[in-house]
């Protein structure tokens, strides 16, 4: 059974940082792209970022680029999400996910390319 488990949200100024983590079992990790996702109260689920299986392939949103970064660490079956720079439009709950295929990169604008997802954790930025 394949299981995701965020954590590492919280309440923080903005400014501040936060790292998440993702956590995964039931699947061979180190094959499996990753991704994170948000969702904030009255707005869809938006893309956040993503990993390749490797590592070597990121994309990031637009609106968290140069202040989020996603990692991985395969021997740990976790994937990361270092938040720095926060602001109060980042509020939302994230979620990470997984597409339990080999491939070569990452997709973010699309979920339903994930089969696998987490049951969030809320991120709230205060002004």
């Known amino acids: 059974q394949v299981q995701l488990v965020e954590s590492g949200g919280g309440l923080v100024q903005a400014g501040g940082s936060l790292r998440l983590s993702c956590a995964a079992s039931g699947i061979i990790f180190s094959i499996n792209a990753m991704g994170w996702y948000r969702q904030a109260p009255g707005k869809e689920r938006e893309g956040v970022s993503c990993?390749?299986?490797?590592?070597?392939?990121?994309n990031y949103a637009d609106s968290v680029k140069g202040r989020f970064t996603i990692s991985r660490d395969n021997a740990k079956n976790t994937v990361y999400l270092q938040m720095n720079s926060l602001k109060p439009e980042d509020t939302a709950v994230y979620y990470c996910a997984v597409h339990v295929s080999v491939q070569p990169f990452c997709v973010m604008r699309f979920s339903s390319w994930y089969n696998y997802w987490g049951q969030g954790t809320q991120v709230t930025v205060s002004s």
């Open positions: 990993i390749s299986s490797s590592g070597n392939v990121t």
